[in-house]
Structures are given as C-alpha cells and as structure tokens.
C-alpha cells in the first residue's frame, strides 16, 4: 500500500493539538482516544480518522501528489505512537501523572516533529530496523500517472 505522504504530515498537526491538549488538560481519557487512533491507523492506515478527514476535506483541495510512500513505515510509527499514548493513558488514569506527562511529551515531540519539518521518528526507526535486518525499503515512489 502507498500513501500520499501529505496525509500522514496531515495527521501528525491534528496529533500534536491533541497531545497539547491531553498536557494541558492532564486528560488520561483523551489520551486514550488518540490511543485508539494510534492503534486504529497503525492497523490499517487507510482506516485511521484524521486520515479518512485529510482525504475528504483536505486532498480534493489539492494536486495529485508527486511522489507516493509506503505504508509500512507510517503503520510503525503509529504503533509506537500507540505505546507511548498507551502508557500516558495508565500514567493518568492511575493518579501517576508523572507518567502520563513524560510520555505524552515525548509523543507530542515526535507529531511535532513529523507535522513541523516531516521528520517522522517511528518512520525513520522502522527503515533502520530494516536496514539492519538486510531488508532495506524504499523511501518514496513516482505514482505512474506522474511519469
């Protein structure tokens, strides 16, 4: 599966308001929500609310992307999205807002990232990984109707 590397950029700025507000707020519920989108996005990218939103409210509005990425990067770093919203979510609920803080910053400093400057940490995790595994994947593709 390929995406349109807007989207997930798209995606990653509705992230940071949300993780500003699960700091501000010290909301462990709401950071069980962007928990959900984590893991909903990370199973299927495609299935992923501000995906489904980026698609029918921001796409149409804008050109055929140049270049196309594969899913299998963004479905890692949404699962260590989750992971680190999973643990906010236990740091709030369970009185250890401590937790819930550390944890929600660091999410928030990796959306930040992605949405500000397109650095997507769990992204470029996943293609060292799998540089070290020997099975290196490509970065980016040309759609064929840009060719």
Known sequence: M???PRGPRF????????LVLVLILTSGWLALAQAAVFAVTA??????????LYRTLVAPRLSRPTELEP???VRFAQLVGFAF???ATVGFLTGVTALGLVAAAFALI???????FGL???CEAYL????LTGRPLPARRVPAATR
Request: net charge positive.
């Open 2 to 4: 390929l995406l349109d």
């Open 110 to 116: 990796a959306a930040f990232l992605s949405a500000a």
């Open 85 to 87: 919203t999973a643990v």
């Open 43 to 52: 199973a299927n990218p495609r299935f992923g609310p501000y995906g489904i």
């Open 71 to 73: 899913a299998e990067p």
């Open 120 to 122: 997507c940490l769990g």
């Open 128 to 131: 060292v990984l799998r540089r």
């Open 11 to 18: 995606a990653a700025a509705v992230t940071t308001v949300v």
